[in-house]
């Protein structure tokens, strides 16, 4: 092996790296921002929805969680234009991260909503709340809560898959990497480098979200 | 030249799900093994080695499975000066990837076995190898078929990333049609469909084997 390793060419571009790493955490929230509505909205539709909205909800869930993200992103990226609707790569990415984070999350609340006790409902409509006051003011406050570690969880996968919008060429982390390497012939240092701060990211971000639990729900709730 | 959709082009793609589910075979094969080593070293009685399996365990879920397909792919090719062709680098990748997760599962279900179970073999004059492998093994074995089954599902719809490196299996075969037919409203719906195929059946029998286990060991009284 006559490599040598020169990772000084990443310390000269590390504040592009950074840069994109930046973009890589705004894409992730804006698409976790998303995919809370669309989870918050999936589960007031099974919850006190009619039927035909419940059962829609159940195929979306069905449909996302049992093919790849990269195809979901493809059919949004290159499927979507041929019916008239074109987005830039960076929405069609926040698009396709919120569909796809959208549907674990009406999962995930579905378990937290699960969780709450029924008599928290039946009190909560002997005081004469109507149904949607009911899950909005009552079932969904306790949900979230009981969600809130598995919600956590599921923003940092949602970030480690958002490394594939690279390939609709969304602007992140991963595709400055790819340009990086590949006007450099760095490729190994490059990619090692990107991978540690996805690393660092995830570990990060697990901190300040296990900190904020600790903070707002005490240390009870795990 | 104008190419359509037609029987043809559906064969190509259909095809080439044997290397999605050959590529799914390989490192769930492969991830097994390691995951399992994994999950002892995880539960070892020995402190450095429970580490050493949380790094991996931490390193491979902390960083997105597209970095460490990069890695293996572009990285090594250029460290080693020898080309790797895409089938064994996808094939490593996916292998250490399924080993960390699958041997984080392994470990949740090697701890459901009631330390009571250990004791009782320690207490007959098991040894430790003799204990995991006759006593704790076999139950774990029975807890862990749910998530296993469910993780094989993530497995299948990761492969989708080893079509960007090129390596030619379902979603890279729609990407080919896709660019020849100029139909990806029709192919990736296509592609996605075949997915849904192959993953689905699998979640259901997950769910069920879950809720058939959750009641019987309500039954016993765990």
Redesign the interface.
């Known amino acids: 092996?006559?490599?040598t390793?020169q990772f000084g060419v990443v310390a000269d571009n590390f504040p592009a790296l950074l840069q994109g790493a930046a973009e890589t955490v705004e894409l992730s929230a804006a698409a976790m921002a998303g995919g809370l509505a669309v989870g918050v909205l999936g589960a007031l539709a099974r919850n006190v929805g009619p039927r035909p909205a419940a059962i829609a909800v159940r195929a979306y869930v069905?449909?996302i969680?049992?093919?790849?993200?990269?195809?979901?992103l493809?059919?949004v990226y290159?499927?979507l234009?041929?019916?008239g609707l074109r987005l830039s790569a960076n929405g069609a990415a926040v698009l396709g991260m919120a569909l796809y984070a959208g549907a674990y999350i009406t999962e995930i609340l579905r378990g937290g909503i699960g969780a709450v006790p029924r008599g928290e409902v039946e009190a909560a409509r002997a005081l004469g709340l109507t149904k949607l006051q009911v899950f909005g003011l009552v079932v969904l406050p306790q949900a979230l809560r009981i969600a809130y570690p598995a919600l956590s969880s599921q923003f940092?996968l949602l970030m480690?898959?958002?490394?594939?919008v690279?390939?609709i060429s969304a602007e992140e982390l991963?595709a400055v990497t790819n340009t990086l390497?590949s006007t450099t012939?760095?490729?190994?240092e490059f990619?090692?480098a990107?991978?540690a701060l996805?690393?660092l990211m995830?570990?990060g971000f697990r901190a300040v979200l296990d900190g904020i639990r600790r903070l707002a729900f005490g240390r009870a709730v795990t | 030249m104008n190419r359509g959709f037609g029987w043809t082009e559906f064969w190509f793609i259909l095809s080439a799900l044997r290397w999605t589910i050959a590529l799914s075979a390989v490192a769930f094969a492969g991830g097994g093994v390691l995951g399992l080593a994994i999950a002892i070293l995880r539960t070892a009685p020995v402190r450095p080695l429970r580490w050493l399996a949380r790094g991996f365990i931490e390193l491979f879920q902390g960083t997105p499975v597209l970095m460490q397909l990069f890695l293996a792919y572009y990285g090594l090719a250029v460290v080693t000066g020898v080309d790797i062709s895409p089938w064994p680098a996808v094939a490593s990748a996916l292998t250490l990837y399924a080993g960390a997760f699958l041997g984080e599962i392994w470990r949740g279900s090697i701890e459901a076995v009631p330390l009571g179970q250990w004791e009782a073999a320690r207490g007959l004059s098991l040894g430790y190898w003799r204990t995991l492998g006759l006593v704790v093994l076999p139950q774990a074995w029975r807890i862990s078929i749910p998530a296993t089954v469910g993780f094989l599902v993530q497995l299948i719809k990761s492969t989708a990333v080893a079509s960007l490196i090129g390596f030619v299996e379902v979603t890279r075969a729609g990407q080919l049609i896709s660019n020849v037919t100029f139909q990806p409203l029709t192919v990736y719906p296509v592609v996605a469909a075949l997915y849904f195929l192959l993953c689905w059946p699998l979640s259901r029998a997950s769910r069920e084997m879950e809720r058939r286990i959750g009641v019987r060991l309500g039954e016993r009284g765990f």
């Open positions: 092996m006559a490599y390793f069905e449909i969680r049992n093919t790849p993200f990269l195809v979901q493809f059919i290159f499927s234009p041929a019916i940092i480690l898959a958002s490394s594939v690279s390939t991963t390497q012939f760095r490729a190994f990619y090692f990107a991978t996805y690393l995830a570990l």
